[in-house]
């Protein structure tokens, strides 16, 4: 069956520091990846997305390669804000029926 | 700009007791599905949807029920609440599901006491 694997947290950073969220994935057939997010006391919000291999998904400073190869989609910024302190979620669509999720990672960004 | 709508946001119930969560999209998404999030669990899918009056279930659908009568609104039924059902519940819905990604709804807490 399918399945995402994504680091434990919760990571801790101080403000503007580098940020990496490793996510791996098992699946059948071609999925898409996402990755979504989730303020505190809020619903998930899809932050980006990538379709095909090789795909770059970005937005607000953060970016994921859909890496075959690897069956990896991580999760980077270059320099973190305190307004990103949140839990991040990988995800992974067949097409088939709907969303298989990682359990989440934490992120606390210290100013 | 409605989007997912999920009712109630907050809810308390005694074991026993039998409740429906309720879900409604106005984006004319044919996909809907239902999440349970627990701490360091993630989010699991307990029924989907690809369409009026199709339904499946997902990895943990025991003690829910389903249907799906109109395009717009897909309820969960808890047919007879038990604490470990004590969780925060997230609807979905999407378009086409693989390729432009899924709409949340703002969630239900649920307390079972």
């Known amino acids: 069956g399918n399945s995402v694997t994504q680091m434990e947290g919760p990571v801790t950073l101080s403000e503007e520091a580098f940020l990496t969220i490793n996510c791996t994935y098992t699946?059948?057939?071609?999925?898409?990846l996402f990755w979504y997010v989730q303020y505190p006391g809020e619903g998930l919000q899809l932050l980006l997305k990538a379709t095909k291999a090789d795909d770059k998904g970005s937005n607000k400073g953060f970016e994921a390669t859909y890496r075959k190869e690897t069956t990896s989609f991580h999760l980077e910024k270059g320099s973190v804000q305190v307004s990103d302190s949140a839990v991040y979620f990988c995800?992974?669509?067949?097409?088939?029926?709907?969303?298989?999720f990682g359990s989440g990672t934490r992120l606390q960004v210290q100013p | 700009n409605a989007g997912v709508t999920q009712t109630p946001k907050f809810q308390v119930l005694k074991t026993g007791q039998s409740m429906t969560l309720q879900c409604a999209q106005d984006?004319?998404?044919?996909?809907m599905s239902w999440y349970r999030q627990d701490p360091g669990m993630g989010l699991r899918l307990i029924h989907y949807?690809?369409?009026?009056?199709?339904?499946d279930q997902g990895e943990v659908p025991n003690g829910y029920n389903v249907s799906r009568s109109t395009t717009e609104d897909f309820p969960l039924r808890l047919l007879s609440a038990a604490p470990s059902q004590t969780s925060v519940y997230f609807c979905?819905?999407?378009?086409?599901?693989?390729?432009?990604?899924?709409?949340f709804g703002s969630g239900t807490r649920l307390t079972v006491v």
């Open positions: 995800a992974l669509d067949t097409g088939r029926r709907a969303l298989t």
């Open positions: 979905a819905s999407s378009f086409t599901g693989k390729k432009v990604g899924y709409t």
């Open positions: 984006m004319n998404h044919e996909y």
């Open positions: 949807s690809v369409g009026a009056g199709i339904t």
């Open positions: 699946a059948t057939g071609y999925p898409s």
